[in-house]
């Protein structure tokens, strides 16, 4: 059985844990395949909003089994709260959560060194979550790194021993102020650590492998977004690990020829956290509108996101690379009320007219060309099916289609799960 990919195409925060949870019940198997604690996928249904950092966002669905896979990075002490708010649900996790054996370990050190390491920088701060993410990754390249395997060693905590020491030399060398207690972290850490041994690790590649022989059905689930990307991304403003199609295959071990479906997520409009270019921000009335509206925080940081108009150079650039064959539009709620709409379908580029996302997009080099489209003023939240939309909505999706050449086949029109419309 093939295995479908589920992935956002923006600077993240697209709305993916809602999409994941609206899908579950379509397949047997969700698993995450890159990112750590720096994603935050929010869920809302029966009342109840829930926010996942590492857990895959099919967890409260009974039949479902959710995978971590080795891509991941797990922050220990993270989890164990995720964990605990499941708890509080009466979720059982134990039966159906497992966490490849190959998933790197962020320690209390990794944390330290993110904050060292992004004041250092002062103004030139590429706006890290501080989680840990990019030492951990750093130390997985560097072969350094300390697995979720390696606590079924007896020598695991040599091993963090050594790794740990090390981290605070590297600490001291940025001659920055970071005051901290390890110990006081570290008796946290352990403890987290405990609750984790109580999980069911397993060889993820095998397991999934066998999974696809047997025809279970399989959702890979993606964190951040494809401009966040290490590799196609706006870098250096990006996270530390491959969060297009590519890194399905790297961080679950699926070959390439096995994957089917790649549902690309975007927002009606386009935001960000934190540092790095974006040609559509908006610093007005409309742009304040737009985050007050959707509600535009981070769920993990809590940092309020830079909102601006869609940019379709850089969603086309996105759905290219990742190969995308159907598309599912977030928030189009949000936009009720605007009487006119602009999309980005071009850049002035150093002066000449461009279609392509280029290799800088700083604002020095980088102009935005808008098309205008008439607004709606209908509010779309409690509308439940696609001939209840009204006609300037469905022209804005069909504008976009057209555009991206690929089909809108679902529009979401508020963070409950029950308020997405099959189109």
Not at 62 to 81: A, C, H, Q, S, W
Not at 242 to 252: K, R, S
Request: aromatic fraction near 8%; glycine fraction near 10%; include cysteine.
């Amino acid at each position: 059985m093939a295995v479908d990919l589920l992935l956002g195409l923006q600077w993240g925060d697209e709305g993916k844990g809602k999409i994941v949870d609206v899908l579950t019940s379509k397949y047997d198997i969700i698993a995450r395949f890159q990112g750590g604690p720096n994603a935050g996928h929010t869920l809302e249904f029966d009342g109840q909003k829930h926010v996942l950092h590492t857990i895959p966002s099919g967890i409260f669905h009974d039949e479902t089994i959710n995978l971590v896979g080795n891509g991941v990075v797990i922050d220990p002490v993270i989890f164990k709260k995720e964990l605990d708010n499941l708890s509080k649900n009466n979720i059982d996790y134990l039966s159906k959560l497992l966490i490849s054996r190959k998933a790197h370990l962020i320690l209390p050190t990794h944390r330290l060194l993110d904050a060292a390491s992004e004041a250092s920088k002062g103004k030139a701060k590429i706006g890290s979550t501080l989680k840990g993410i990019g030492p951990t990754y750093m130390d997985k390249t560097g072969r350094n790194g300390i697995r979720v395997g390696d606590l079924e060693l007896d020598n695991w905590k040599e091993k963090y021993r050594t790794l740990s020491d090390k981290h605070e030399k590297i600490i001291k060398f940025y001659d920055v102020d970071v005051q901290y207690d390890l110990a006081e972290l570290e008796k946290e850490f352990f403890d987290a650590v405990k609750t984790l041994k109580s999980l069911t690790f397993i060889d993820s590649e095998a397991y999934l492998h066998a999974a696809q022989k047997e025809g279970k059905t399989i959702l890979a689930e993606g964190a951040q977004g494809s401009l966040l990307d290490i590799d196609f991304g706006t870098y250096p403003f990006v996270t530390s690990s491959t969060t297009t199609a590519a890194g399905a295959c790297t961080g679950l071990g699926v070959a390439p020829n096995k994957i089917k479906e790649a549902y690309g997520i975007f927002k009606a409009y386009t935001t960000r956290v934190g540092s790095g270019p974006f040609p559509t921000e908006l610093f007005d009335e409309d742009g304040e509108t737009m985050g007050r509206v959707g509600n535009e925080f981070g769920a993990t940081t809590g940092r309020a996101r830079r909102c601006g108009w869609l940019d379709l150079v850089a969603l086309k650039y996105a759905v290219q690379v990742n190969g995308i064959t159907q598309l599912i539009m977030m928030k189009g709620d949000v936009l009720s009320g605007f009487k006119t709409l602009k999309v980005c379908t071009a850049y002035n580029y150093k002066g000449k007219e461009i279609y392509h996302l280029p290799y800088n997009i700083e604002a020095e080099n980088v102009t935005p060309i808008y098309t205008e489209i008439k607004g709606w003023a209908a509010d779309l939240t409690g509308m439940t099916k696609a001939d209840e939309l009204p006609k300037e909505f469905n022209e804005y999706v069909e504008f976009l289609e057209k555009e991206l050449e690929i089909p809108i086949k679902v529009v979401s029109v508020g963070p409950d799960r029950t308020q997405t419309i099959e189109r």
